[in-house]
């Protein structure tokens, strides 16, 4: 290579670059010398270097050198070794999306939209969500204004590669001098070498993770101490101390061991997050010497127990008398005793009804409606007007004497988005598009209170398990924390990309759960307002969560219909439960916690086995074998799909939703 | 090839631009303003799409509406768009000359017709109903309920049950406990059946009968109620025929197995057919009401004859005594006759036929208006005589059916002269198996063929089936059509084109007729002497010309 074929390079490759006074010093040192200014180095004995100056040299703005240089490196990891394949074919992805999100960056419109047109087959199985957010992007200025291409832009992808593979890659990409794609894989994915064989292609979930700015906080965050254990002196433990158990042996034991453990527990608050390991030894040493029923509950009253943070409000006893008699009369269900469940459909919604819960004890059921109402029916008193309801038809269109068998509600002004009750029924919480959630009393039915603070859409409300503190959120990407007796929020939750879509509170109200379209779903510390657990694994935006009694386990559904079981401590999947093909609505954990009930679009009711998973996945999780969740079963409804779900606490499943027409 | 088609920077054209530029008054857009727009009307309106999916699914719905659309405009505090309601998908035309123009087909609306319409029904308001998905895990079949896959019989239960380890719990054998809504169900419709005043109702009730699942339960007490009603109400005309309605439904219910229970129906299913007075006023038409029961037995023998075999031998017994008793009322006769007629042509080949001659030389004084002076019975008489005929007709006409196509003189085939040709000769073979078949027709009268669409065995044989339409369209019941019309041109058709394979055929097709052991010929010669020329609209107008 001539000097002044490298001089010539080097200016073109300033200029190009806008130095352009580094370049005018260049041609002025160039004319001044009147030779090469790299003389000194070596140069023409550097292939390497060479090579690397004319790759700079190319006309870097030529778009067709992404398609060639993708589909090349497709050609070469389709045709790849078969063992090694799926770990080659990981980085497709990312160089995918990075190579159309250059040439959109570069402006190269058409041809960005022919190669992600060309290509986005191969990558919709899995991405098709991304694929369509990320179709639209079609200017410079769509990279900067969409949240999702700038997080994409600043974050690099972590892919988990063995050896072998690795140096595949690399080899092929010195080989063939595709320093485009070279660069790509530089600049945007973060591999994670191990030796060995590679492994098996099913067990992928964490070989794909996107880190980053805000993932990269993930890791960190997830490390961070929480306390799931139940309150102290919660029901459940007053009713073991004050004899709910049957027999005064038992009730004597119990109590003993209650008394115990509570003491010992609440010595070890401070350690019980991040050592489990204790409670394991424990829980294996009492619970196999018990029988069935007195099992469940050693094994709550053995659990961690914590203090609460918040100040609870008092419960009247007339109240905590109903609670304590209804938990003594609780049928204990597994996957042999399976629940009765009660449905209200909801008929002639006419297409308006946004959302329905059910009352603790079934008797109230609320409906949120588009036309900005909410209703809420007495279904004690349906029960008799619905017997009518079938004998005369005419008759039931106005109702009884011309009045409607249910309580309007209005007030709010956009569609109403969730609706629900307070523990012991008496208030009713909704949250509208017009921004506010509102507080209405079923005794009066009346609005009590008007709760403005958000500033979009409120998508969720839902009161704590003891009532008074309710949880929110909304469009404008925060959940907010709110006691009844103030307008403003006393806590603002913010940290998630995209809309939080739906809430839940743990049953030591200690945290809520906020699940988000970010995919994402996330645990807060109500006291601090920190985020203490970022779960990732869901591939659509999040539906429904729930939380299982014992405040271990978090259930979330998404919008494809994968229920994930989450271990809060670790913040790891338990394992997906896979059945529904639709959104998934609602879930419901039973009250001892065995049984996980999913309500879905596909208009069916499944229950699903998670007792197992809780008592053996410590021994199985060694072992490999964690699929023990098992959908045990399914109930199809004629045409309906599930809105809400709701396990009394007797254990009787209520179930709501409303016929849809179109397939009947 | 990738490259092919994608010079469109966005999937909304220039031109679309320019239209709405146009639209809102903007008239100078300069063509490089619309390409360079294009991509960003794409971006925003695939983001206002992206809200309009988390309002859908906010709104618990899997269907995007045009008011998603309005909330997500509304979440980006845009004014929404009015006019354009969430009642139903919005109908596009396409305008004539522009390949891609499409418009909203907006119906005029005349302010007069709407000014003088009825008010509109209120809209039902919203209602909560209430049933049991399940207890205790196991789905009760109630109509509300989707359908069960099967009704699990109790033996297989056990089984798994067993399977799954020391947790076996017996079920006691539990009275039959039918739910509230099951017992209003049946109330209502016995209510409909007996009330005869809603005919609107009960054509519902009907439809919900023969479709919903989950009426299992209730098959012994329709059962019993219809039998009971039958018994009770033989002078109610309308009764007894929304009753056999009702047994229709019953019997078209996929969801329901009424096997069992189908020694309880056929007493009054037969009695409807065959008993001497059904209806007590003179204007109640109970022709009718026998004709529709026929073919319910015909529906019943078809369907479940494999199951029961004794069953259509035992029908047809009971019909053949209540026709060929004399002592009997016309009108059970015609019962008798539609009934039998109903069950396929080889049953009135070898029960009516065999016995058309003398029955019909007892029918022969009703008929004279001169002997029988009451008009009533001479009409009764012309009825049984009309069925008979119909019945014979059938039959002929089913039989001669078997014989090969003869050319006929379709216009598919008569241009298509070559081709016709090469058939007669699968015609002869098809001919030796058809007769082989005609040997044993006792077996084949168990298994009913009924003349009802049912796929008879000579049907899937043909090949020429279906390019003979004529021959197969000739319906009996229209029997005015001028098929003597037909007869001397088809004739005339085949005479031009008379080959020397098509006389071979046509000769080899007459000696089978004659030859034939059921005696085809003969049997329409018989049928001839006895009713005359009545008889030939039956016969399709080429085996006609055979014999003419």
Known sequence: MDPEQVDEFVMGYLKKKGFNSAAKHLQESLHNNNGSSFSSIDYPNDPELTKLIRSFSQSENDPSRYREGYSKLRSWGYNSLDLYKHELLRVMYPVFIHCYMDLVGKGHTQEARSFFNSFRKDHEMVHLRDLQKLGGVLAPSHLQEMEFARSLRQSKINIKICQYSYDLLIQYLHRTESTLMLGIINEHINFQVYSGQPNSASDDIEAVTIVGSFHETADHVNQKEIHWGLLEDSLEDRLEKTGGLLSDSEKGQGESKAGDDSKKRSAEIGKQGSSTKK??????????????????????SSMPRVKPELAMPVMSTDVEESILEDLRNRVQLSSVAMPSVSFYTFVNTHNGLNSSSISHDGSLVAGGFSDSSIKVWDMAKIGQAGSCALQDDNNQIVGKNGRRNYTLLVGHSGPVYSATFSPPGDYVLSSSADTTIRLWSTKLNANLVCYKGHNHTVWDAQFSPFGHYFASCSHDRTARIWSMDRMQPLRMMAGHLSDVDCVQWHPN????????SDKTVRLWDVQTGECVRIFIGHRSMVLSLAMSPDGRYMASGDEDGTIMMWDLSTARCITPLMGHNSCVWTLSYSGEGSLLASGSADCTVKLWDVSSSTKLTKAEEKNGNSNRLRSIRTFPTKSTPVHALRFSRRNLLFAAGAVSKHSS | ELWKGEEKMSIVPKETIEVIAQS????????????????????RVREIMQEAIKCMRHSKRTTLTASDVDGALNLRNLEPIYGFGSGGPIRFRKAIGHRDLFYTDDREVDFKDVIEAPLPKAPLDTEIVCHWLAIEGVQPAIPENAPLEVIRAPAENQIYQQKDGPLIDIRLPVKHVLSKELQLYFQKIAELTMSKSNPSLFKEALVSLASDSGLHPLVPYFTNFIADEVSRGLNDFLLLFNLM??????????????EPYLHQLMPSVVTCLVSRKLGNRFADNHWDLRDFTANLVALICKRFGNTYVTLQSRLTKTLVNALLDPKKALTQHYGAIQGLAALGHNVVRLLVLSNLEPYLSLLEPELDAEKQKNQMKSYEAWRVYGALLRAAGLCIHDRLKIFPNLPSPSPSLLNKGKGKVINTEPNKRKLSVDSSENRSPRKRLIATDGSDGGPSPMQVDRPTGDANPPQNSVHPSSSEQA??????????????????????????????IWKDDLDSGRLLVKLHQLYGDRILPFIPSTEMSLFL
Do not use: F, W
């Open chain 1, 279 to 300: 409670l394991k030894k424990d829980k294996a040493g009492t619970a196999t010497t018990k029988v069935a029923r007195q099992e469940t509950s050693t094994v709550l």
């Open chain 2, 24 to 43: 809102i008054g903007i008239t100078n857009l300069s063509p490089e303003a619309a390409l360079m727009l294009a991509p960003d009307v794409e971006y």
């Open chain 1, 509 to 516: 109200c200690n945290y809520i759960a906020t699940g988000s």
């Open chain 2, 245 to 258: 309605h009702v047994v229709r439904s019953l019997l078209q219910n996929p969801h329901i197995h009424i």
């Open chain 2, 483 to 512: 098929s003597g019309g037909n007869a001397p041109e088809s004739r005339n058709a085949k005479e031009n084109q008379g080959s020397k394979g098509r006389t071979i055929t046509r000769k080899a097709i007459l000696d089978q």
